[in-house]
């Protein structure tokens, strides 16, 4: 089994999109994996339906019993982030506002405070198109870990990978260099680069690559809408070739995208037989190639 991660600098590039077009191709013989669990999206493109979910929790918040609170304002004053809030007869607790530090717990002289482990998200399984699945989650509003919830995104999909005996596992991650992108890169075998034509999209990709590096993992680049600055495009080929990354696929700009954007399809599903699909089709043949002839 081999993981395909497909990440981005910056959101907007088309990464979702590609994502899905890869799952949509590969049909039964992968499992797909979303792991933008800030702001998952590539279940509407593969019709998912939920099909089981369990909760994910991480992180602990601070609550008091007003029953042993005896109002004495200890915790008000040691808290640092102004989650406490007295009222006549006790002090309560913000749950977004509490950071789960236990200072409060620990200050407390009458043990009115105990810190509870909270629910940071949900995480699913759903039936797909072209008979496979997918794990994706949501985090909660407000929580933290996102991190931590793309590693047991990433767990779950390799133990029903590897139970459903799938050759690959395709993961869209998500965008940025934070903890989230770090937990996607975990475990993959090959990175897929998704990048734009623009100022933003090389700088971005210059942030991503180096973190990629860091991992020693290989990777090949993704231009989405190269036409729109062809200057852009060429600086874009000279720093991956000193970073020898190789481009899969150069895609012009087309507002085909959009529409099958519109529709909730992957563009090869949309419209398989136009010169997009046909770029689309001929990367990730590309990308099979390369995971399949390495050692």
């Not at 407000?142 to 990978?161: F, H, Q, R, T, Y």
């Not at 090949?220 to 495009?233: A, E, F, G, Q, R």
């Amino acid at each position: 089994m081999r993981e395909v991660v497909v990440i981005s600098g910056k959101g907007g590039t088309g990464k979702t999109s590609f994502s899905a077009a890869f799952a949509y191709l590969e049909g039964s013989n992968a499992l797909v994996s979303d792991c933008d669990v800030d702001a998952a999206n590539m279940h509407l493109l593969l019709d998912a339906n939920f099909k089981n979910q369990s909760d994910f929790f991480s992180g602990e918040i601070a609550v008091i019993d007003e029953d042993d609170c005896t109002n004495c304002g200890i915790c008000f004053d040691a808290c640092r982030f102004d989650a406490i809030t007295p009222t006549d007869d006790f002090h309560v607790v913000d749950p977004i506002s509490c950071e789960g530090c236990h200072y409060c717990f620990r200050v407390c002289p009458h043990d009115a405070i105990t810190m509870q482990t909270q629910k940071a998200g949900d995480i699913f399984i759903s039936d797909i198109k072209n008979n496979t699945q997918m794990v994706h989650a949501k985090l909660c509003f407000a929580a933290e870990n996102s991190g931590k919830l793309v590693a047991k995104v990433k767990e779950e999909a390799k133990i029903l990978a590897l139970k459903k005996d799938k050759e690959f596992v395709i993961t869209d991650g998500s965008p940025g260099i934070g903890c989230p992108v770090i937990s996607s890169l975990s475990g993959a075998s090959l990175v897929v680069l998704v990048t734009e034509a623009t100022v933003s999209g090389l700088h971005d990709l210059q942030r991503v690559q180096k973190l990629v590096k860091t991992f020693n993992l290989e990777a090949v680049c993704i231009i989405n809408k190269y036409d729109l600055n062809l200057d852009m495009t060429q600086n874009i080929e000279e720093y991956l070739e000193e970073e020898n990354i190789k481009v899969v696929a150069k895609l012009p700009y087309d507002d085909t995208f959009t529409k099958a954007l519109a529709k909730a399809q992957p563009i090869v599903e949309y419209d398989e037989n136009s010169e997009l699909s046909k770029l689309v089709k001929d990367s990730w043949e590309d990308i099979k190639s390369i995971i399949r002839n390495k050692k």
